[in-house]
């Protein structure tokens, strides 16, 4: 039987002003900085549903739909979608809070994040206590 992850926060995992030494040739932020930030704020989520070490396996789908620039301020918000016996499944969001608009608010992007729970030696283990 599937492990049902904990509730929803309203709150974001991470939030962070974007600062000059993220920018590219272009002057907008790059996408590893941001690819980098979905996956501490998967970190956050998938902590909040157990405390183990994880490992990254996978990030799906991310297209970027906006650009980030400097001092735009990063919301991620991660959910858990999925609790395997020794993986989790976190859907993260990513909006951006303009510098000069501050009543702007634009989607970035999204990513599907997927962790392994590990022990000492990189070994998979369970996620939940009560997992099989």
Known sequence: MPQQPKPPSNEPAIRVVMMPRDTNAEGTIFGGVILSLIDQAAFVEAVRQAHHRYVTVSMHEVEFHEPVFVGDVLSLYADT????????????????????????????????????????????????????
Do not use: W, Y
Not at 91 to 99: F, K, L, P, Y
């Open 81 to 132: 979608s999925r609790i395997g016996r020794t993986s989790l499944t976190i859907r993260v969001r990513v909006c951006a809070r303009r510098r000069l608009e501050p009543e702007c608010v634009v989607k970035v992007t999204e990513a599907e994040v997927v962790f392994v729970a590990v022990d000492q030696q990189g070994k998979p283990i369970p996620v939940l206590c009560n997992a099989p």
